[in-house]
């Protein structure tokens, strides 16, 4: 069965780092499209990074220049490295991957992604 189990979060200042990890069980990460996303209490679950089969990655704005998606495939894990955190960072973080096998996404839309983990806790303090 597919399995995604994201680790990693905590607390941290503004301006602070943290890498979050994702580890995948049950498939091969490489062979489909890998996305992170976040998402508040107030908010829709919104997509910040992707990283297609190929290797091509995907930020969204907010986060672009920060934030660096990256997988290690011998581990079929995924990885966040978040730099330079806001207070606005501050979300529920989860990892996904595309209903697809193989396609590319060009859009982060949460609906277009399946087999979410249980999140990790993001909080980023001024």
């Known amino acids: 069965q597919a399995q995604l189990v994201e680790s990693g979060g905590g607390s941290v200042q503004s301006g602070g780092s943290l890498r979050l990890s994702c580890a995948a069980s049950?498939?091969?990460?490489?062979?489909?499209?890998m996305g992170w996303f976040r998402q508040t209490p107030e908010n829709e679950r919104e997509g910040v990074a992707g990283?297609?089969?190929?290797?091509?990655?995907n930020y969204a704005d907010s986060v672009k220049g920060r934030f660096t998606i990256s997988r290690d495939m011998s581990k079929d894990t995924l990885y966040l490295e978040m730099s330079s955190l806001k207070p606005e960072d501050t979300a529920m973080y989860y990892c996904?991957?595309?209903?697809?096998?193989?396609?590319?996404?060009?859009?982060?839309?949460?609906?277009?992604?399946?087999?979410w983990g249980q999140g990790t806790q993001v909080t980023v303090s001024s």
């Open positions: 990283i297609a089969s190929d290797g091509s990655t």
């Open positions: 049950g498939y091969t990460i490489s062979s489909y499209y």
């Open positions: 996904a991957r595309g209903y697809r096998r193989g396609f590319h996404y060009t859009l982060l839309r949460a609906q277009d992604f399946t087999s």
